[in-house]
């Protein structure tokens, strides 16, 4: 069992930054996959990015490859989410999840909010 809690969320004007955390308890944080979805209103959870178990190699969606960097900790079991030059689109709820390799995402944080105001 791992349980998740993120923070680091709040209103940023856009253009701005903002590092989420991910802190992680439970079982051997560095043998999971860590990914960061986000849900806005009236809209799916989309996958945003995740860093894997070991090489900490990582993914991006298009909408935030090039913004959005991914960074993981495991002395400290807590993973990042540095967002920089926000969009008014980036505004939801961002969650972090994990999973053990080759299974899907079974443990889920219970989300932080973040705006991006003109």
């Known amino acids: 069992q791992v349980q998740l809690v993120e923070s680091g969320g709040g209103l940023v004007q856009a253009g701005g930054s903002l590092r989420l955390s991910c802190a992680a308890s439970?079982?051997?944080?560095?043998?999971?996959?860590m990914g960061w979805f986000r849900q806005a209103p009236g809209k799916e959870r989309e996958f945003v990015g995740s860093i894997n178990c070991y090489t900490g190699s990582q993914r991006y969606a298009d909408s935030v490859k090039g913004r959005f960097t991914i960074s993981r900790d495991n002395a400290k079991n807590t993973v990042y989410l540095q967002m920089n030059s926000l969009k008014l689109d980036d505004t939801a709820v961002y969650y972090c999840?994990?999973?053990?390799?080759?299974?899907?995402?079974?443990?889920w944080g219970q989300g932080t909010q973040v705006t991006v105001s003109s």
């Open positions: 439970g079982r051997t944080f560095s043998c999971y996959a």
């Open positions: 999840a994990a999973r053990k390799v080759g299974q899907s995402y079974d443990y």
